[in-house]
């Protein structure tokens, strides 16, 4: 079972219903982990257990949407990973999606399952028009999540076509991509002039609303000056940006494989194509 899975099995055996039924620390205690808050350093988390009882250590945080986020990871540990001892940067998910730590990943994807199961939040974000992030706050407060853990949430549940990614001044830290987007879209490696990203990371000018863009200021392909997207994004910490990009026209979306840009190998049926000269 994947850990999503895993985590949407945990919260319909313990027959929650309601998004303030998810009470993590309950849900921790019923898996057999002590929650307790205590002043760390160098981590956000840690995880010690023995035979079937754990205690997870959550340093205090001024976000609750945070802490909750680290008690979830550490039962995803506990569940996932039990015999092992952990030290977790788990309140910041984008740490570990800009990693190759894989259990910290898995860890993540529990803990966004069990905070947001898909019978949930699905309803929650499918009456989104054009999503952004002042709907995506309103989720967060429901579920008492982070808006960062909830927009990763609204693409890795797939239901409206997003790319969310963070950008600092050197370039793009991460991305993740609605299934349903073709993967032959390949983001920038650094925020173009003419975006809204590249406004904030440069003089700090926010972006309240989703704005259209030409594709072409996002993405490398050739053909993406014949499209638009719309674009939001909001400052994260240490001069970092969120940036929400939603696929307004649909051509995107059945577009071929483009194997000129990134560094591909392998087309969308895993047959090896080489690199193209441009």
């Not at 313990?14 to 998810?22: C, F």
């Not at 407060?141 to 808006?147: I, K, R």
């Not at 990763?152 to 409206?160: E, F, G, H, S, V």
Request: net charge negative.
């Amino acid at each position: 079972m994947l850990p999503g899975q895993r985590a949407e099995s945990l919260v319909a055996a313990l027959g929650i219903s309601r998004a303030e039924d998810l009470d993590v620390e309950a849900i921790a205690f019923d898996s057999g982990v002590e929650v307790s808050y205590e002043q760390l350093n160098g981590c956000e988390a840690t995880l010690v257990g023995f035979g079937h009882r754990a205690i997870a250590t959550i340093n205090p945080s001024g976000s609750r949407g945070r802490e909750r986020f680290s008690i979830a990871h550490e039962v995803g540990h506990w569940n996932l990973h039990r015999g092992r001892s952990f030290r977790c940067r788990a309140d910041t998910p984008d740490d570990n999606l800009a990693s190759d730590q894989t259990l910290e990943k898995e860890a993540d994807t529990f803990a966004a399952h069990l905070l947001m199961p898909g019978v949930l939040f699905e309803p929650a974000v499918r009456a989104f028009g054009k999503p952004n992030f002042k709907q995506l706050g309103e989720v967060a407060g429901a579920f008492d999540t982070s808006l960062m853990a909830t927009a990763l949430r609204l693409a890795n549940i797939n239901t409206l076509p997003v790319i969310v990614a963070c950008y600092n001044r050197s370039g793009l830290r991460w991305r993740i991509a609605a299934g349903d987007v073709p993967k032959r879209w390949w983001l920038k490696r650094k925020a173009d002039e003419d975006t809204f990203t590249y406004d904030l990371l440069s003089s700090g000018k926010e972006c309240r609303h989703l704005g259209k863009q030409s594709a072409d200021a996002w993405f490398d392909n050739d053909d993406a000056g014949k499209y638009e997207v719309l674009e939001q994004c909001v400052p994260l910490r240490d001069g970092e940006a969120l940036v929400l990009l939603y696929l307004a026209d649909s051509n995107m979306l059945y577009a071929k494989f483009d194997p000129g840009v990134g560094n591909r190998k392998y087309n969308e049926h895993g047959s090896y194509v080489p690199r193209t000269k441009r």
